[in-house]
T-cell receptor
Framework: DTEVTQTPKHLVMGMTNKKSLKCEQH?????MYWYKQKAKKPPELMFV???????INESVPSRFSPECPNSSLLNLHLHALQPEDSALYLC????????????????FGNGTRLTVT | DAKTTQPPSMDCAEGRAANLPCNHS???????VYWYRQIHSQGPQYIIH???NNETNEMASLIITEDRKSSTLILPHATLRDTAVYYC???????????FGKGTRLHILP
Protein backbone atom coordinates (compact mmCIF):
# COMPACT_ATOMS: atom_id res chain seq x y z
CA ASP A 1 0.00 0.00 0.00
CA THR A 2 1.16 3.53 -0.70
CA GLU A 3 0.09 6.90 0.71
CA VAL A 4 -0.63 8.14 -2.81
CA THR A 5 -3.81 6.58 -4.18
CA GLN A 6 -4.47 6.36 -7.89
CA THR A 7 -7.76 5.39 -9.49
CA PRO A 8 -8.65 3.48 -11.51
CA LYS A 9 -5.92 0.81 -11.43
CA HIS A 10 -6.71 -0.21 -14.99
CA LEU A 11 -8.48 1.67 -17.78
CA VAL A 12 -9.34 0.69 -21.34
CA MET A 13 -10.60 3.46 -23.57
CA GLY A 14 -11.30 4.05 -27.22
CA MET A 15 -9.69 6.81 -29.22
CA THR A 16 -12.87 8.90 -29.16
CA ASN A 17 -13.53 8.55 -25.43
CA LYS A 18 -12.97 11.11 -22.70
CA LYS A 19 -11.76 9.76 -19.38
CA SER A 20 -9.96 11.01 -16.28
CA LEU A 21 -7.28 9.60 -14.02
CA LYS A 22 -7.37 10.56 -10.38
CA CYS A 23 -4.63 10.87 -7.76
CA GLU A 24 -5.07 11.65 -4.07
CA GLN A 25 -2.70 12.19 -1.15
CA HIS A 26 -3.33 13.29 2.44
CA UNK A 27 0.25 13.86 3.56
CA UNK A 28 0.01 17.64 3.24
CA UNK A 29 2.35 17.62 0.27
CA UNK A 30 2.14 20.71 -1.94
CA UNK A 31 3.91 19.44 -5.06
CA MET A 32 2.26 16.82 -7.28
CA TYR A 33 3.55 15.14 -10.42
CA TRP A 34 2.36 13.10 -13.38
CA TYR A 35 4.73 10.64 -15.06
CA LYS A 36 4.16 8.32 -18.02
CA GLN A 37 5.96 4.98 -18.17
CA LYS A 38 6.15 2.65 -21.17
CA ALA A 39 7.14 -0.98 -20.70
CA LYS A 40 10.80 -1.50 -19.75
CA LYS A 41 11.47 2.26 -19.86
CA PRO A 42 12.02 4.77 -17.06
CA PRO A 43 9.20 7.10 -15.96
CA GLU A 44 8.95 10.25 -18.11
CA LEU A 45 7.97 13.51 -16.45
CA MET A 46 4.78 15.06 -17.85
CA PHE A 47 3.51 17.76 -15.47
CA VAL A 48 4.31 19.26 -12.08
CA UNK A 49 1.99 21.29 -9.85
CA UNK A 50 3.33 23.37 -7.00
CA UNK A 51 0.79 24.90 -4.60
CA UNK A 52 -1.98 24.00 -7.06
CA UNK A 53 -0.33 25.93 -9.90
CA UNK A 54 1.14 24.26 -12.96
CA UNK A 55 4.90 24.77 -12.74
CA ILE A 56 6.20 22.34 -15.36
CA ASN A 57 4.69 21.05 -18.60
CA GLU A 58 7.18 18.86 -20.46
CA SER A 59 5.73 19.68 -23.89
CA VAL A 60 2.93 17.18 -23.41
CA PRO A 61 0.30 17.01 -26.21
CA SER A 62 -2.94 18.85 -25.46
CA ARG A 63 -4.93 15.60 -25.48
CA PHE A 64 -3.58 15.28 -21.91
CA SER A 65 -5.01 17.96 -19.64
CA PRO A 66 -3.95 18.13 -15.98
CA GLU A 67 -5.97 19.67 -13.20
CA CYS A 68 -5.22 20.28 -9.53
CA PRO A 69 -8.54 21.20 -7.87
CA ASN A 70 -7.07 21.32 -4.35
CA SER A 71 -3.91 20.47 -2.48
CA SER A 72 -4.85 16.79 -2.09
CA LEU A 73 -6.11 15.97 -5.57
CA LEU A 74 -4.57 15.74 -9.00
CA ASN A 75 -6.45 14.75 -12.12
CA LEU A 76 -5.35 13.93 -15.64
CA HIS A 77 -8.09 14.39 -18.24
CA LEU A 78 -7.71 12.31 -21.38
CA HIS A 79 -9.32 13.04 -24.74
CA ALA A 80 -8.75 11.69 -28.26
CA LEU A 81 -5.82 9.53 -27.23
CA GLN A 82 -3.81 7.38 -29.60
CA PRO A 83 -2.84 3.71 -29.13
CA GLU A 84 0.76 4.82 -28.52
CA ASP A 85 -0.47 6.62 -25.39
CA SER A 86 -1.04 3.23 -23.78
CA ALA A 87 1.24 3.18 -20.73
CA LEU A 88 1.41 3.18 -16.94
CA TYR A 89 0.56 6.65 -15.62
CA LEU A 90 2.18 7.41 -12.29
CA CYS A 91 1.32 10.14 -9.83
CA UNK A 92 3.73 11.36 -7.16
CA UNK A 93 3.81 13.99 -4.45
CA UNK A 94 6.46 15.70 -2.36
CA UNK A 95 6.68 18.22 0.47
CA UNK A 96 7.22 21.79 -0.57
CA UNK A 97 7.71 24.18 2.36
CA UNK A 98 6.76 27.69 1.29
CA UNK A 99 10.04 29.44 0.44
CA UNK A 100 11.98 26.28 1.22
CA UNK A 101 14.24 24.23 -1.00
CA UNK A 102 12.92 21.72 -3.47
CA UNK A 103 14.82 18.92 -1.81
CA UNK A 104 12.39 16.26 -0.66
CA UNK A 105 11.65 12.70 -1.82
CA UNK A 106 8.86 11.79 -4.19
CA UNK A 107 6.11 9.47 -2.95
CA PHE A 108 4.58 7.51 -5.81
CA GLY A 109 1.29 5.76 -6.27
CA ASN A 110 1.16 2.40 -8.03
CA GLY A 111 -0.20 3.91 -11.20
CA THR A 112 -3.06 3.53 -13.64
CA ARG A 113 -2.42 1.11 -16.47
CA LEU A 114 -4.04 2.67 -19.52
CA THR A 115 -4.83 0.85 -22.75
CA VAL A 116 -6.06 2.85 -25.73
CA THR A 117 -7.83 0.78 -28.38
CA ASP B 1 19.73 18.12 -14.16
CA ALA B 2 23.05 16.29 -14.29
CA LYS B 3 23.05 13.13 -16.34
CA THR B 4 23.71 9.95 -14.40
CA THR B 5 25.16 6.73 -15.78
CA GLN B 6 24.41 3.31 -14.36
CA PRO B 7 25.15 -0.23 -15.54
CA PRO B 8 22.05 -1.67 -17.22
CA SER B 9 22.00 -4.80 -15.09
CA MET B 10 23.69 -6.53 -12.16
CA ASP B 11 23.42 -9.82 -10.34
CA CYS B 12 23.91 -10.38 -6.61
CA ALA B 13 23.65 -13.52 -4.51
CA GLU B 14 21.00 -13.57 -1.83
CA GLY B 15 22.40 -12.63 1.56
CA ARG B 16 25.37 -10.77 0.10
CA ALA B 17 25.79 -7.01 -0.12
CA ALA B 18 24.61 -5.46 -3.36
CA ASN B 19 26.74 -2.50 -4.45
CA LEU B 20 25.14 -0.41 -7.19
CA PRO B 21 27.37 2.23 -8.80
CA CYS B 22 26.31 5.54 -10.31
CA ASN B 23 28.39 8.05 -12.21
CA HIS B 24 27.38 11.72 -12.08
CA SER B 25 30.54 13.47 -13.18
CA UNK B 26 28.76 16.72 -14.16
CA UNK B 27 26.79 17.13 -10.94
CA UNK B 28 26.58 20.70 -9.69
CA UNK B 29 26.91 21.95 -6.14
CA UNK B 30 23.16 22.34 -5.57
CA UNK B 31 22.24 18.86 -6.79
CA UNK B 32 21.53 15.98 -4.45
CA VAL B 33 21.98 12.31 -5.33
CA TYR B 34 18.71 10.41 -4.92
CA TRP B 35 18.08 6.69 -5.25
CA TYR B 36 14.72 5.10 -6.02
CA ARG B 37 13.78 1.57 -6.91
CA GLN B 38 10.86 0.15 -8.82
CA ILE B 39 9.63 -3.34 -8.20
CA HIS B 40 7.62 -4.86 -11.03
CA SER B 41 4.09 -3.45 -11.37
CA GLN B 42 4.58 -0.89 -8.60
CA GLY B 43 5.44 2.81 -8.50
CA PRO B 44 9.01 3.84 -7.73
CA GLN B 45 9.97 3.81 -4.07
CA TYR B 46 12.33 6.31 -2.46
CA ILE B 47 15.40 4.71 -0.88
CA ILE B 48 17.89 7.34 0.23
CA HIS B 49 19.52 10.62 -0.76
CA UNK B 50 22.59 12.67 0.04
CA UNK B 51 24.58 15.74 -0.88
CA UNK B 52 28.17 15.26 0.26
CA ASN B 53 28.25 13.00 3.28
CA ASN B 54 27.63 9.28 3.37
CA GLU B 55 24.14 8.41 4.49
CA THR B 56 22.53 5.32 6.04
CA ASN B 57 18.94 4.42 6.78
CA GLU B 58 17.00 1.24 7.45
CA MET B 59 17.00 0.30 3.77
CA ALA B 60 20.46 1.12 2.48
CA SER B 61 23.70 3.08 2.68
CA LEU B 62 24.83 5.74 0.23
CA ILE B 63 28.51 6.37 -0.31
CA ILE B 64 29.38 9.56 -2.23
CA THR B 65 32.95 10.15 -3.38
CA GLU B 66 34.72 13.22 -2.09
CA ASP B 67 34.64 14.88 -5.53
CA ARG B 68 30.91 13.98 -5.79
CA LYS B 69 31.38 12.57 -9.27
CA SER B 70 30.12 9.14 -8.36
CA SER B 71 28.23 7.26 -5.69
CA THR B 72 27.39 3.72 -4.61
CA LEU B 73 24.16 2.42 -3.15
CA ILE B 74 24.71 -0.50 -0.79
CA LEU B 75 22.00 -2.97 0.16
CA PRO B 76 23.78 -4.75 3.02
CA HIS B 77 22.04 -8.15 2.93
CA ALA B 78 20.17 -8.56 -0.34
CA THR B 79 16.98 -10.63 -0.41
CA LEU B 80 14.86 -11.83 -3.32
CA ARG B 81 12.49 -8.93 -2.59
CA ASP B 82 15.25 -6.50 -3.55
CA THR B 83 14.96 -7.58 -7.19
CA ALA B 84 14.00 -4.31 -8.91
CA VAL B 85 15.18 -1.52 -11.18
CA TYR B 86 17.28 0.98 -9.23
CA TYR B 87 17.41 4.59 -10.37
CA CYS B 88 20.11 7.09 -9.42
CA UNK B 89 19.02 10.69 -10.04
CA UNK B 90 20.73 14.06 -9.56
CA UNK B 91 18.07 16.42 -8.20
CA UNK B 92 18.43 20.17 -8.01
CA UNK B 93 17.25 21.89 -4.85
CA UNK B 94 16.03 24.78 -7.01
CA UNK B 95 13.35 23.24 -9.20
CA UNK B 96 10.81 20.44 -9.57
CA UNK B 97 12.27 18.78 -12.61
CA UNK B 98 13.04 15.21 -11.58
CA UNK B 99 14.18 13.17 -14.55
CA PHE B 100 14.73 9.41 -14.36
CA GLY B 101 17.55 7.75 -16.29
CA LYS B 102 17.56 4.14 -17.47
CA GLY B 103 18.51 2.65 -14.11
CA THR B 104 20.10 -0.68 -13.17
CA ARG B 105 18.07 -3.88 -13.20
CA LEU B 106 19.24 -5.79 -10.12
CA HIS B 107 18.66 -9.54 -10.03
CA ILE B 108 19.04 -11.25 -6.66
CA LEU B 109 19.98 -14.88 -7.19
CA PRO B 110 18.84 -17.57 -4.73
Amino acid sequence: DTEVTQTPKHLVMGMTNKKSLKCEQHMGHRAMYWYKQKAKKPPELMFVYSYEKLSINESVPSRFSPECPNSSLLNLHLHALQPEDSALYLCASSQRPRGGSYNSPLHFGNGTRLTVT
Amino acid sequence: DAKTTQPPSMDCAEGRAANLPCNHSTISGNEYVYWYRQIHSQGPQYIIHGLKNNETNEMASLIITEDRKSSTLILPHATLRDTAVYYCIAVSNRDDKIIFGKGTRLHILP
